[in-house]
């Protein structure tokens, strides 16, 4: 079963997301030596309400990559 449900992206690096009725952000960097995706709480825009992370990791090369596997993102239907 897949974790949150794909919303839409907010930009290139970013998209949003929900679970539970919670809004969250997800953002892929790749300036430092891993790859990465972090999870974040947000409001319904987009704006991170709260800079704890809540899922993610590194070793992914991309936000397609996280969203496939975490979400019911395809990127066929796009």
Known sequence: MKKYKFVHFTNERQA???KDGCTYIASFSDRLLHPEVLVFPCDGEGKITDWSETDGGTG???IDEFLIESTNYNPSEE
């Open 16 to 18: 949003l997301l929900l």
């Open 60 to 62: 992914y090369a991309s």
